[in-house]
């Protein structure tokens, strides 16, 4: 077997049935574990994404941390992914990865509060945080947290050249090209220089960018989804029943909008918690470095901000994609070229072409330009980070920074099957601590969580703006 092999083999292994029940088993536990409150309390988390507080400890604000994290896990699973996961799952996909979002709220919000609580101050007075500080300081066994927290940051380091580095930039120049016959060494030097001048200006330029990108291209998108599934609204109520019926169809399954797609459950089960856990990043341990660097008085309120991103990300994003495909008649369209079932963004562009037309194509690809251009910012942040926690030595994250940017031209000019196989190796490596040290420190969240619903959540829902740290500095808690 040849190192592609080796790596594709290694890759099911780590995306298999055990890897997809720990991630949903964690999801489901820190859910009961506490008692429900992240989804009792979503309207209130979604509220305090749009609200201005006092500024408190902290490099970013709540929204530009929260952006930060958008910006890294809207990206290709968006579109790419929802339309691999419906070939390969059936249409039922969708409704496993509004289920495991669902209880990804819990693990996001889980794993922001431990980035908070265990963050701390670096040589040039940012912020820094993540799982590895919670698995190095908050797990008992020091040696076996320095060992998980060594691992996840090197997983993560390697992960942001491949995830979030080279296969979104060979996405955008793979659409630019066919889109607009734009050159492949073109895109890649635009996008490695603009990639330098945001990401040398560190976490700051980051947060800036991310809160002007990030609502635009989602507000952009939504729009252009929404006149789609509105246009095609007929087939709307068939393609809600045909996603309910093959998410938990015994048997395959085939015909309505699914077209000639064929999948039991357990298939739509699969693909639909593998693409939402790739879309949406609950439990891979990424998204809680960008929670670190915000400005908050208690790592409950992060975390309840942090946690809407699984909402926005998998629950309305990911969904406006799984409607446009499913009401546009297009799944299970046969290739005539290949004799294969169209997926990927080829899927996506047919269905938005249903609508607009020769302008579908348009649409998504620069919907997919941004959406990956932000998730390399967002990346570049965590993988920054996790080498920070392994060398701590300001030139070399300087030169990372650098080498990141450099990358992005090699990703947009080469074909990365095997850096898409490694690089979701990686993330699945990732996971593995990270969950790990969600279930052993769970009862810090279930701490963090019951004293901030017990000292603000109750009177800030009542109309009052509490400051944690003021209440504590008065000693009114």
Known sequence: ?????????????????????????????????????PWRNLGYALRMVFQRRKQNEGDISPFQSLMTALSATVGTGNIVGVATAMVLGGPGAIVWMWISAAFGLSTKYAESVLAVKYRQTNSVGEQSGGPMYAMRDGIPNKTIGRIMAACFALFVTLASFGIGNMTQANSISTALQSSFGLASWVTGAVIAVAACCILLRGIRSIGVVSSIVVPFMAVFYFIAALIVIVVNFDAVPAGLMEMIRMAFSPSAAAGGVGGSIVATWLTSMRWGVARGVFSNEAGLGSAPIAAAAARTDHASRQGYVN???????????CMLTGLVIASSGMLGTVDPNTGKLVSGAQLTILAFSTVFGEYGKYIVSIALTLFAFSTILGWEYYGEKALEYLVSKRPAIMAYRVIFSAVTFIGATSALEMVWN??????????????????WLNKDVANECFEYEHEVVAREKQGEQVDYQQLKAEGLH
């Open 307 to 317: 946690m809407t991103g699984t909402f926005f990300d998998t629950m309305i994003i």
């Open 422 to 439: 490694f690089s979701d190796t990686m993330n699945g490596l990732m996971a593995i601590p990270n969950l790990i040290c969600l279930l």
């Open 1 to 37: 077997m040849d190192l592609a092999g080796i790596i594709a083999a290694v890759n099911n292994f780590v995306w298999g049935p055990v890897m997809l029940a720990l991630f949903m088993g964690t999801g489901i536990f820190l859910t009961v574990r506490l008692h429900f409150l």
